[in-house]
T-cell receptor, first 112, second 111 residues
Framework: TQLLEQSPQFLSIQEGENLTVYCNSSSVFSSLQWYRQEPGEGPVLLVTVVTGGEVKKLKRLTFQFGDARKDSSLHITAAQPGDTGLYLCAGSNDNQGGKLIFGQGTELSVKP | KAGVTQTPRYLIKTRGQQVTLSCSPISGHRSVSWYQQTPGQGLQFLFEYFSETQRNKGNFPGRFSGRQFSNSRSEMNVSTLELGDSALYLC??????????FGSGTRLTVV
Protein backbone atom coordinates (compact mmCIF):
# COMPACT_ATOMS: atom_id res chain seq x y z
CA THR A 1 0.00 0.00 0.00
CA GLN A 2 1.40 3.35 -0.99
CA LEU A 3 1.44 6.02 1.71
CA LEU A 4 2.38 9.68 1.77
CA GLU A 5 3.53 11.19 5.05
CA GLN A 6 3.17 14.92 5.26
CA SER A 7 4.82 17.13 7.87
CA PRO A 8 4.28 19.18 9.84
CA GLN A 9 0.57 18.61 10.47
CA PHE A 10 0.07 22.09 11.91
CA LEU A 11 2.00 25.28 11.37
CA SER A 12 1.27 28.68 12.88
CA ILE A 13 3.56 31.51 11.82
CA GLN A 14 3.71 35.29 11.59
CA GLU A 15 3.29 37.18 8.36
CA GLY A 16 6.60 37.50 6.54
CA GLU A 17 8.12 34.25 7.78
CA ASN A 18 9.25 31.44 5.49
CA LEU A 19 8.11 27.84 5.81
CA THR A 20 8.58 24.41 4.25
CA VAL A 21 6.14 21.52 4.11
CA TYR A 22 7.41 18.01 3.41
CA CYS A 23 5.76 15.06 1.72
CA ASN A 24 7.56 11.70 1.95
CA SER A 25 6.96 8.16 0.76
CA SER A 26 8.84 4.90 0.41
CA SER A 27 7.13 4.41 -2.96
CA VAL A 28 7.80 5.95 -6.35
CA PHE A 29 5.06 8.04 -7.93
CA SER A 30 4.58 9.01 -11.57
CA SER A 31 3.60 12.49 -10.45
CA LEU A 32 3.10 14.49 -7.30
CA GLN A 33 0.46 17.15 -6.99
CA TRP A 34 -0.03 19.89 -4.42
CA TYR A 35 -3.46 21.22 -3.52
CA ARG A 36 -4.74 23.94 -1.22
CA GLN A 37 -8.11 23.58 0.46
CA GLU A 38 -10.16 26.19 2.28
CA PRO A 39 -12.88 25.31 4.81
CA GLY A 40 -16.07 24.02 3.20
CA GLU A 41 -14.55 23.84 -0.27
CA GLY A 42 -12.81 21.25 -2.40
CA PRO A 43 -9.03 21.17 -2.91
CA VAL A 44 -7.62 23.44 -5.62
CA LEU A 45 -4.67 22.25 -7.67
CA LEU A 46 -1.54 24.38 -7.22
CA VAL A 47 1.03 22.42 -9.20
CA THR A 48 1.94 19.03 -10.66
CA VAL A 49 5.54 17.79 -10.72
CA VAL A 50 6.45 14.79 -12.84
CA THR A 51 10.22 14.69 -13.34
CA GLY A 52 12.69 13.70 -10.60
CA GLY A 53 14.52 16.81 -9.37
CA GLU A 54 11.97 19.13 -10.94
CA VAL A 55 11.47 22.56 -9.36
CA LYS A 56 8.43 24.71 -10.09
CA LYS A 57 7.68 28.19 -8.85
CA LEU A 58 4.30 29.82 -8.39
CA LYS A 59 4.88 33.39 -7.18
CA ARG A 60 6.13 32.95 -3.58
CA LEU A 61 5.63 29.17 -3.61
CA THR A 62 8.40 26.79 -4.68
CA PHE A 63 7.72 23.11 -5.26
CA GLN A 64 10.35 20.42 -5.61
CA PHE A 65 10.10 16.77 -6.61
CA GLY A 66 12.78 14.48 -5.20
CA ASP A 67 15.30 12.91 -7.56
CA ALA A 68 13.88 9.44 -6.88
CA ARG A 69 10.28 10.68 -7.23
CA LYS A 70 9.45 9.52 -3.71
CA ASP A 71 9.24 12.87 -1.95
CA SER A 72 8.35 16.49 -2.49
CA SER A 73 8.49 19.80 -0.67
CA LEU A 74 6.60 23.08 -0.73
CA HIS A 75 8.41 26.22 0.35
CA ILE A 76 6.58 29.49 0.93
CA THR A 77 8.59 32.69 1.10
CA ALA A 78 7.33 35.68 3.09
CA ALA A 79 4.02 34.06 4.02
CA GLN A 80 0.89 36.21 4.00
CA PRO A 81 -2.46 35.77 5.80
CA GLY A 82 -3.99 34.85 2.45
CA ASP A 83 -1.79 31.73 2.40
CA THR A 84 -3.76 30.31 5.33
CA GLY A 85 -5.37 26.96 4.51
CA LEU A 86 -4.91 23.22 4.32
CA TYR A 87 -2.08 22.14 2.02
CA LEU A 88 -2.28 18.62 0.63
CA CYS A 89 0.18 16.58 -1.36
CA ALA A 90 -1.12 13.76 -3.54
CA GLY A 91 0.68 11.11 -5.53
CA SER A 92 -0.54 9.35 -8.62
CA ASN A 93 0.64 6.54 -10.84
CA ASP A 94 -0.06 6.37 -14.54
CA ASN A 95 -1.06 2.70 -14.26
CA GLN A 96 -3.70 3.46 -11.62
CA GLY A 97 -5.81 5.91 -13.54
CA GLY A 98 -7.55 8.51 -11.44
CA LYS A 99 -6.51 7.25 -8.02
CA LEU A 100 -4.75 9.87 -5.92
CA ILE A 101 -2.98 8.97 -2.68
CA PHE A 102 -3.22 11.96 -0.35
CA GLY A 103 -1.03 12.98 2.55
CA GLN A 104 -2.78 13.92 5.79
CA GLY A 105 -2.35 17.60 5.06
CA THR A 106 -0.66 20.59 6.68
CA GLU A 107 -2.91 23.14 8.36
CA LEU A 108 -1.19 26.49 7.88
CA SER A 109 -2.18 29.61 9.80
CA VAL A 110 -0.45 32.89 8.98
CA LYS A 111 -1.11 35.63 11.51
CA PRO A 112 -0.91 39.31 10.56
CA LYS B 1 -15.64 27.57 -17.99
CA ALA B 2 -17.97 25.88 -15.52
CA GLY B 3 -16.29 23.90 -12.75
CA VAL B 4 -17.22 20.59 -11.20
CA THR B 5 -20.71 20.77 -9.74
CA GLN B 6 -21.79 18.60 -6.85
CA THR B 7 -25.30 18.36 -5.51
CA PRO B 8 -26.61 18.62 -2.92
CA ARG B 9 -24.13 20.68 -0.83
CA TYR B 10 -25.53 19.48 2.47
CA LEU B 11 -27.47 16.39 3.46
CA ILE B 12 -28.73 14.98 6.74
CA LYS B 13 -29.77 11.33 6.78
CA THR B 14 -30.75 8.78 9.41
CA ARG B 15 -28.84 5.58 10.09
CA GLY B 16 -30.00 2.76 7.84
CA GLN B 17 -31.16 5.05 5.04
CA GLN B 18 -29.49 5.31 1.67
CA VAL B 19 -28.24 8.38 -0.16
CA THR B 20 -27.33 9.35 -3.73
CA LEU B 21 -24.87 12.14 -4.49
CA SER B 22 -24.41 13.71 -7.90
CA CYS B 23 -21.40 15.12 -9.74
CA SER B 24 -21.26 16.97 -13.05
CA PRO B 25 -17.68 17.14 -14.35
CA ILE B 26 -16.05 19.83 -16.45
CA SER B 27 -17.12 19.54 -20.05
CA GLY B 28 -14.72 17.26 -21.93
CA HIS B 29 -13.42 15.51 -18.81
CA ARG B 30 -14.14 11.80 -19.05
CA SER B 31 -12.58 10.74 -15.74
CA VAL B 32 -14.57 11.24 -12.55
CA SER B 33 -13.22 10.23 -9.15
CA TRP B 34 -14.86 10.24 -5.73
CA TYR B 35 -13.19 10.81 -2.36
CA GLN B 36 -14.30 10.74 1.25
CA GLN B 37 -12.76 13.33 3.57
CA THR B 38 -12.93 13.02 7.35
CA PRO B 39 -10.88 14.74 10.09
CA GLY B 40 -9.39 11.43 11.21
CA GLN B 41 -8.63 9.72 7.90
CA GLY B 42 -8.12 12.66 5.58
CA LEU B 43 -8.93 12.22 1.90
CA GLN B 44 -9.51 8.63 0.87
CA PHE B 45 -10.13 7.37 -2.65
CA LEU B 46 -13.50 5.71 -3.22
CA PHE B 47 -13.58 4.94 -6.95
CA GLU B 48 -12.96 6.31 -10.41
CA TYR B 49 -15.05 6.11 -13.54
CA PHE B 50 -13.84 6.62 -17.08
CA SER B 51 -16.17 6.40 -20.08
CA GLU B 52 -18.91 4.81 -17.97
CA THR B 53 -16.61 2.06 -16.63
CA GLN B 54 -15.24 1.77 -13.12
CA ARG B 55 -11.49 1.91 -13.66
CA ASN B 56 -10.30 1.89 -10.05
CA LYS B 57 -11.75 1.16 -6.65
CA GLY B 58 -10.57 2.01 -3.14
CA ASN B 59 -10.91 -0.01 0.05
CA PHE B 60 -14.48 0.77 0.98
CA PRO B 61 -17.29 -1.71 1.69
CA GLY B 62 -19.77 -2.69 -0.97
CA ARG B 63 -22.33 -0.27 0.52
CA PHE B 64 -20.49 2.39 -1.47
CA SER B 65 -21.20 2.24 -5.18
CA GLY B 66 -21.20 4.54 -8.14
CA ARG B 67 -21.91 4.89 -11.79
CA GLN B 68 -21.20 7.18 -14.69
CA PHE B 69 -23.55 8.16 -17.46
CA SER B 70 -22.84 8.69 -21.15
CA ASN B 71 -22.58 12.46 -20.61
CA SER B 72 -19.85 11.80 -17.98
CA ARG B 73 -22.05 12.85 -15.08
CA SER B 74 -21.56 10.55 -12.12
CA GLU B 75 -23.49 9.47 -9.07
CA MET B 76 -22.40 7.70 -5.94
CA ASN B 77 -24.71 5.79 -3.67
CA VAL B 78 -24.28 4.75 -0.07
CA SER B 79 -26.73 2.20 1.28
CA THR B 80 -27.51 1.32 4.90
CA LEU B 81 -25.89 4.46 6.23
CA GLU B 82 -23.78 4.30 9.37
CA LEU B 83 -22.76 7.13 11.70
CA GLY B 84 -19.17 6.73 10.48
CA ASP B 85 -20.23 7.62 6.94
CA SER B 86 -20.59 11.25 8.01
CA ALA B 87 -18.02 13.08 5.90
CA LEU B 88 -17.36 15.51 3.10
CA TYR B 89 -17.70 13.65 -0.19
CA LEU B 90 -15.67 15.14 -2.99
CA CYS B 91 -15.83 14.55 -6.70
CA UNK B 92 -12.97 15.37 -9.07
CA UNK B 93 -12.75 15.37 -12.83
CA UNK B 94 -9.77 15.28 -15.15
CA UNK B 95 -8.61 14.84 -18.73
CA UNK B 96 -5.55 12.90 -17.56
CA UNK B 97 -3.80 11.85 -14.36
CA UNK B 98 -1.75 15.03 -14.00
CA UNK B 99 -4.25 17.34 -12.40
CA UNK B 100 -7.73 17.20 -11.02
CA UNK B 101 -10.47 19.75 -10.54
CA PHE B 102 -12.52 19.16 -7.43
CA GLY B 103 -16.06 20.17 -6.71
CA SER B 104 -17.07 21.90 -3.47
CA GLY B 105 -18.27 18.62 -2.05
CA THR B 106 -21.38 17.27 -0.38
CA ARG B 107 -21.38 17.42 3.41
CA LEU B 108 -23.22 14.29 4.60
CA THR B 109 -24.30 14.02 8.21
CA VAL B 110 -25.72 10.72 9.45
CA VAL B 111 -27.75 10.92 12.67
Amino acid sequence: TQLLEQSPQFLSIQEGENLTVYCNSSSVFSSLQWYRQEPGEGPVLLVTVVTGGEVKKLKRLTFQFGDARKDSSLHITAAQPGDTGLYLCAGSNDNQGGKLIFGQGTELSVKP
Amino acid sequence: KAGVTQTPRYLIKTRGQQVTLSCSPISGHRSVSWYQQTPGQGLQFLFEYFSETQRNKGNFPGRFSGRQFSNSRSEMNVSTLELGDSALYLCASSRDTRGYTFGSGTRLTVV
